[in-house]
Every structure is written in C-alpha cells, then in structure tokens.
C-alpha cells in the first residue's frame, strides 16, 4: 500500500494521499491490503473502481478471497499453586487476595 502511495504521488498529475488511498482499496478487490495483478487486470475489465462480484461475474472474472486470518487459541486458565490448589482457587485471586483494598495514602499531605 505504502509503495502504491509513494508511486502515485510521482505520476505527471501526482494523486493526493486521499486519492491515491482511494484507488487503492479500489483495486484491492478482496480487500487483503494487496493488489495482485489479477485485480489491476479485474478492475481495467470492468472499468471502474470497487467493481462489485456481479459486475465481476459477468465479465468472467474469477477473484480470489484473502485466506481467513487465523483463529487465536483460547487464553490459558490461570495457573494455581499447591496452595491454590489444596484450596480450589486461581493464583489469580490468591494474587488479588493479597492486595490491599484501599490505596496507601501519600507521605506527602497536603
């Protein structure tokens, strides 16, 4: 994306960082951040930005979707010591446990 922006801003007639942003997602057609060669191709086809999937069917252009980002696994339970354990508590709340309640007031009174 970066090097399309610097490209279009050297062009004869250099596009504005909105504009070029613009044509930009305008050739992205799988919206993955990239534009592959067959998207430059798709959109020259069509003849417009953001060509929709109907207006790409009709012309026979096949696009492929980005693949789906991945699935983060599921944080891990928090760990328990012996202690927590032999209890049936988290270490995290044997930690909040010991915290103090109220906030320890300042040396510096005013």
Same mark, same amino acid.
Do not use: I, M, N, Q
């Given at each position: 994306h970066s090097d399309f922006l610097v490209a279009a801003g050297t062009l004869a007639?250099?596009?504005?960082?909105e504009e070029a +942003?613009?044509? *930009?997602?305008? *050739? +992205?057609v799988n919206g993955d951040g990239?534009?592959? &060669?067959?998207?430059w191709r798709a959109v020259f086809k069509v003849g417009k930005f953001y060509p929709s999937k109907a207006s790409l069917? &009709?012309?026979s252009v096949e696009i492929v979707d980005p693949p789906s980002k991945p699935e983060l696994p599921p944080e891990p339970a928090p760990?328990?010591?012996p202690t927590a354990i032999a209890a049936g508590?988290?270490?995290?709340d044997v930690l909040k446990a010991s915290l103090p309640t109220q906030a320890p007031k300042p040396q510096w009174e005013m």
């Open positions: 007639w250099p596009l504005t960082r +942003d613009y044509a *930009f997602r305008g *050739f +992205d990239l534009v592959s &060669d067959a998207e069917r &009709d012309r760990a328990k010591t508590v988290s270490e995290a």
